[in-house]
C-alpha cells in the first residue's frame, strides 16, 4: 500500500504560480513511474506530467513550458511547480503512483485559476 496526500492547491490569478506537492508513505526511490493528473468539472481525467525513475519527464502540449515535475526521492516526496497559470488550469490534482503490482491516488487538491 502507498498512501498519497496532496498539498499546494488554492487560489490564484492568472498569470500567477502554485507548487503542489505530493508526500508518500514509502520510499519513492524504486518507484518508476509517478504523475500527475488532473479533472475539470463536466471533463474526463486527463494526464498533466510524469516522471520516471531516471529522470526522463512528459507533458500534456497544453502545461509545457509552464509547469515542471519533479521528485525528491530523499523527502519521499512528489512536486509540480505550475507557473503562468491560466483559467483553463482550474481542476482538482490528483498524484499517482504506479507500482508493478499497483497504481495509487491521492484525494486531489483543487486549483482554481480566477481574477
Known amino acids: 500500500q502507498v498512501q498519497l496526500v496532496e498539498s499546494g492547491g488554492g487560489l490564484v490569478q492568472p498569470g500567477g504560480s502554485l507548487r503542489l506537492s505530493c508526500a508518500t508513505s514509502r520510499n519513492i526511490v524504486n518507484i518508476r513511474n509517478m504523475g500527475w493528473y488532473r479533472q475539470a468539472p463536466g471533463k474526463q481525467r486527463e494526464l498533466v506530467a510524469r516522471?520516471?525513475?531516471?529522470?526522463?519527464?512528459n507533458y500534456v502540449d497544453s502545461v509545457k513550458g509552464r509547469f515542471t515535475i519533479s521528485r525528491d526521492n530523499a523527502k519521499n516526496t512528489l512536486y509540480l511547480q505550475m507557473n503562468s497559470l491560466k483559467p483553463e488550469d482550474t481542476a482538482v490534482y490528483y498524484c499517482?503512483?504506479?507500482?508493478?503490482?499497483?497504481?495509487?491516488w491521492g484525494q486531489g487538491t483543487q486549483v482554481t485559476v480566477s481574477s
Open positions: 516522471i520516471f525513475s531516471g529522470g526522463i519527464t
Open positions: 499517482n503512483v504506479q507500482t508493478v503490482l499497483s497504481q495509487y
